[in-house]
């Protein structure tokens, strides 16, 4: 029962991990788990092998390069959002005259949250 927990964590981490790699499509993602794989192998890590194992049968199940561009997208619609909300609050401190600490804050997560989305749309155009 242990084990499989682990290698279900183990799936769990590694799946997001390997399918964040989007702008690499499906196949670079294939070899990048099978270079893993390879690598655990070597290593004699049987858990970290049966845990790769998952991921690469989940992602040879659901992956498709038209999957991974809706699931880009949908991280720039989440960060654009993300954005407007840091900004209003930022537009709020400073209206409702907060402090210059409280006001810098919410400055630098605004600033976070623009540098977040910048990044999320430059990899869903590649």
């Known amino acids: 029962m242990k084990t499989a927990v682990k290698v279900f964590l183990l799936g769990m981490v ?3 991990m390997v399918c ?3 702008a690499n499509g ?3 993602k294939r070899s990048s788990i099978e270079k893993e794989i390879t690598y655990a ?3 004699g890590n049987a858990k970290r092998v049966d845990g790769l194992e998952t991921a690469l049968a989940q992602m040879n199940a ?3 390069d038209a999957v991974l561009r809706s ?3 949908r991280k720039v619609v989440a960060s654009q959002k993300k954005l407007a909300e840091r900004e209003h609050d930022l537009q709020e401190a400073k209206a409702n005259g907060k402090s210059a600490k ?3 804050e ?3 997560k605004a600033d976070e949250a623009h540098a977040e989305l910048e990044r999320v749309q430059l990899e869903a155009s590649q």
Do not use: F, G, L, M
């Open 71 to 73: 699931e880009a997208q």
């Open 41 to 43: 192998q070597t290593h």
């Open 14 to 16: 590694v799946y997001p």
């Open 62 to 64: 659901n992956c498709t």
């Open 26 to 28: 499906c196949d670079a």
């Open 102 to 104: 409280k006001i810098a």
């Open 20 to 22: 964040s790699a989007q």
């Open 106 to 108: 919410r400055q630098r």
